[in-house]
């Protein structure tokens, strides 16, 4: 487990990250002990994400509570393990195995800051607080700025192209729709 200090320094080149700074980069520990606490970034989320799940709950009331609660708490993980383990097969495809542990920690840690944007949005649809309009257009906004800052860390941390790094970011949203859509349809 990270200490306070390692995830404050994380979240804050994280943050850098987020300001198209590349220099964010320096904040995060990159070495394998750094890769395995990057993920506790989900431990972080995990709380927003379950109440989303408390409210969303009501959309499948014709299932149990604990089937549901399982089934989201595995897609959950399913969602940290699967983009990471695509990515170690394509950092080797692509001639960037060195990259790869720096760019998982920084996508790891960015994550926050994305659940950061995205969550209160979400939350403020499923209870009512905002129209459906409304937060459908905040959501169109705020995944396009997660897209581009997704693009950015991935460019940076990899070192590709701007193609290249909008491809994987392509494969990653594709992954978690999927991930998502086999979740809704088990439920």
Known sequence: MPSARDILAALYGAYRLARFDVSGHNYFDTSTTGFWRSFFAAVLIAP?????????????ADTSFFRFVALETIAYI?????????????VR??????????????????SVWQNALFLPI??????????????????????AAIIAYVWFVTRTALGV?????AAIVGIDFLISILIHTVSVKVL
């Open 48 to 60: 927003f994400y379950f109440l989303i799940l408390h409210f969303r709950y009501a959309e499948f």
């Open 78 to 90: 399913i969602a940290w393990v699967a983009f990471p383990l695509f990515m170690s097969s394509l």
């Open 93 to 110: 495809e692509i001639d960037r195995t060195e990259n790869y542990v720096p760019f998982i920690v920084a996508y790891n840690w960015s």
């Open 122 to 143: 979400e939350l403020f649809a499923i209870t009512g607080v905002l129209p459906s309009a409304a937060a459908s257009l905040l959501g169109l906004f705020a995944l």
């Open 161 to 165: 192209s701007g193609p290249m790094a």
